[in-house]
């Protein structure tokens, strides 16, 4: 099997994936905003600054920096689109924003972002990161479930009162995929309208439950597998309705 041969040349890692030893040797430079006491690094070959947490460290903000870009690399099954243009002029749904790396990558493509997050100190970044892009990006300091209370809201209720028309729906949010998922069952509905990528690798049966929500609504997608946490395994399920 390619991954162990692979093992057994460059190591064991917890997410593996084929290309990272290229990585090996990977530097950027990190920068401290004085400000806003934030760290950032700057998006390669752009002057874009992603900011991340006040509490990280520069060395943990470079590690972590490198995780993404090796995530975001066109060979990652990890990777949420195949090409920029994948988000033009569509309404990006960044559930889990984080950090916010994929609509920092995708800014000037589409029409709007809403960056769902709901940890103070990555709410605070994102500020930071899209301030420059202030008039097309909606920060939601919530989680996005199957049901509305005062920290949790469905995005079918959500999208009632905001125009959902050619929405990209990212979706990384710890095993949670299903429940936000069972609260879009009504744009969902709406045929042609949905891009989508959605992690799969959470819960042990997330494959399973995930693909079946998609086939009810007569998506099409593709599995995108790969070895994660020692298992070959699906990672992400990208696709449209």
């Not at 057994?8 to 290309?19: D, N, R, S, T, V």
């Not at 752009?46 to 520069?58: A, G």
Request: charged share 30%; net charge negative; proline share 3%.
């Amino acid at each position: 099997m390619i991954y162990y041969k692979y093992i057994i040349q460059y190591g064991e890692a917890h997410h593996l994936f084929l290309f990272r030893h290229e990585y090996d040797n990977f530097e950027t430079e990190t920068h401290y905003d004085s400000r806003c006491g934030l760290p950032y690094v700057f998006l390669p070959g752009t002057e874009k600054r992603l900011y991340f947490k006040k509490e990280l460290k520069m060395e943990k903000v470079k590690g972590l920096f490198k995780t993404l870009l090796i995530e975001q690399d066109p060979r990652s099954p990890h990777r949420y689109f195949d090409d920029i243009k994948d988000f033009n002029d569509r309404i990006l749904l960044d559930v889990g924003a984080a950090e916010g790396i994929l609509s920092l990558m995708a800014i000037e493509q589409v029409s709007h972002v809403y960056l769902f997050e709901c940890e103070e100190e990555w709410v605070a970044a994102l500020k930071k990161t899209f301030e420059p892009w202030q008039e097309k990006v909606t920060i939601v300091p919530k989680y996005v479930g199957d049901h509305d209370d005062d920290m949790t809201l469905q995005l079918d209720s959500f999208f009632k009162s905001n125009p959902h028309q050619k929405l990209f729906i990212k979706m990384d949010i710890e095993g949670m995929e299903r429940k936000a998922l069972n609260g879009a069952k009504r744009l969902f509905s709406e045929p042609g309208n949905i891009n989508f990528a959605v992690c799969t690798y959470h819960l042990r049966d997330d494959y399973q439950v995930i693909s079946s929500f998609l086939k009810r609504y007569k998506c099409t997608f593709i599995n995108q597998t790969g070895y994660w946490s020692h298992h070959i395994k699906s990672i992400l399920l990208r696709g449209h309705n």
